[in-house]
């Protein structure tokens, strides 16, 4: 069974991607997880707050994704990794929690959300801006 926090992280995944296609603020596609039933009040509460707070800084934060990247524009990469990379990179800017649990969640997410070589993709990616912010 997964963590509250794991559960929030990847119903913020899914309001991101569904924010992408529709451009409807978050906590109105957030009614959409209700009516089917996903997620508990506290869960969807924190998810709703996190993709809330990634799109708040998607501009600086894909900046900085695209530093570290080599021959990638964020544009590029798929919406599903772009979201796992927002989300990540918030969190390890935030201190949310220690930087190898916040890596470890995100490739787990690219594993569930992502194609096969999407986990290994986001665990450098994350390596990298995790020692560049001073954090590994």
Do not use: C
């Not at 995944?13 to 997880?33: C, I, K, M, S, T």
């Not at 470890?104 to 994350?126: T, W, Y």
């Amino acid at each position: 069974m997964l963590r509250p926090e794991s559960r929030a992280r990847a119903r913020a995944l899914q309001l991101l991607y569904a924010h992408e296609f529709l451009d409807e603020p978050v906590h109105e596609l957030a009614r959409g997880l209700v009516l089917l039933g996903i997620p508990r009040d506290d869960v969807l509460a924190r998810a709703v707050r996190l993709a809330g707070d990634v799109l708040e800084h998607a501009l600086e934060m894909d900046a900085q994704v695209e530093e570290v990247v080599e021959h990638w524009r964020p544009e590029r990469i798929g919406v599903i990794e772009r979201n796992i990379l927002r989300i990540a990179l918030h969190e390890l800017l935030m201190e949310t929690a220690p930087p190898r649990v916040i890596i470890d969640e995100a490739v787990r997410l690219a594993q569930r959300f992502a194609g096969v070589k999407a986990p290994a993709f986001v665990n450098g990616v994350l390596d990298r801006l995790a020692r560049r912010a001073g954090r590994l």
